[in-house]
C-alpha cells in the first residue's frame, strides 16, 4: 500500500486566500484524523471521522476551519480565510478499528 | 497543565548508550502511543500498547497502568535514532492527546 497521502506537500499562500488541503487514506482504514503541528503547541488533533462521518471537531480552531470527507478514500481540510497564525504542519493520519494510526508525510503550509 | 508528561525534553547520547525516555498521564486511559518523528518531519508509530511491555528490535516498551507511567528504551543506540520521540494516550475515545516530545540526539 502507499500509505496515507496527502497534498500538496508545501503550501505558501498569503492571508487572506483559501487553503484546501487534501488527504487519502489507507485503503480499508475506517477512521481519519486531521493534527496540526506547531513549534509552540506541539501536535493537536483538529477532527476526527469514522465512516466518513465527523464525529470530533472541537480541536477546530475556529469557523475558517472545514473538514469534509465525501468518501471512504478522500478528506480535505479547508481554510478560509487564511491568517498567518494557521502556518503550521498539519498532518493526516488513518487507522483500522483497534489498530495504530497511520501518519501521513504532512503538509507545510506558510501564510504571509 | 498537560495531561501528558515527558522527560527528558532533550537527551544527548553517544553510539551504543542505552536510552530511556519517560510518559507519564494523569488519568485512565484506553492506549499509549509512542511515535518518532525523523527531522525531515514524517511521523511513524512505534508502539501502542495498554498493558505490559513491547519490544520491536532494540526498541522496548513498557506500561505500568498503576503508576500511569511508561516508558520507551533504545539498547545500543545509533545515531540514525535520532528524532523526536512523542508519546501519546487515548482516553478511552479514538481522540489522542500528545506529549510535547522527547528531541534525542546520538552522536557517533
Known amino acids: 500500500d502507499a500509505g496515507v497521502i496527502q497534498s500538496p506537500r508545501h503550501e505558501v499562500t498569503e492571508m487572506g486566500q483559501e487553503v484546501t488541503l487534501r488527504c487519502k487514506p489507507i485503503?480499508?482504514?475506517?477512521?481519519l484524523f486531521w493534527y496540526r503541528q506547531t513549534m509552540m503547541r506541539g501536535l493537536e488533533l483538529l477532527i476526527y471521522?469514522?465512516?466518513?462521518?465527523?464525529?470530533?471537531d472541537s480541536g477546530m480552531p475556529e469557523d475558517r476551519f472545514s473538514a469534509k470527507m465525501p468518501n471512504a478514500s478522500f478528506s480535505t481540510l479547508k481554510i478560509q480565510p487564511s491568517e498567518p497564525r494557521d502556518s503550521a504542519v498539519y498532518f493526516c493520519?488513518?487507522?483500522?478499528?483497534?489498530?495504530?494510526?497511520?501518519f501521513g508525510p504532512g503538509t507545510r503550509l506558510l501564510v504571509l | 497543565k498537560n495531561e501528558v508528561e515527558q522527560s527528558p525534553q532533550n537527551l544527548t547520547a553517544q553510539e551504543g548508550e542505552f536510552i530511556t525516555i519517560n510518559c507519564s498521564y494523569s488519568v485512565g486511559i484506553s492506549a499509549l502511543h509512542w511515535l518518532q518523528q525523523h527531522p525531515g518531519g514524517g511521523i511513524v508509530s512505534l508502539f501502542m500498547l495498554s498493558s505490559g511491555k513491547k519490544k520491536h528490535g532494540r526498541l522496548i516498551a513498557t506500561i505500568n497502568i498503576q503508576e500511569k507511567h511508561s516508558s520507551l528504551h533504545i539498547t545500543a543506540s545509533h545515531p540514525r535514532d535520532s528524532a523526536v520521540y512523542i508519546c501519546a494516550v487515548r482516553y478511552g475515545t479514538d481522540k489522542l492527546i500528545f506529549g510535547t516530545g522527547t528531541r534525542l540526539q546520538v552522536f557517533p
Open positions: 471521522f469514522n465512516n466518513n462521518v465527523p464525529i470530533d
Open positions: 493520519a488513518s487507522r483500522r478499528e483497534g489498530e495504530t494510526q497511520y
Open positions: 485503503s480499508g482504514h475506517d477512521y
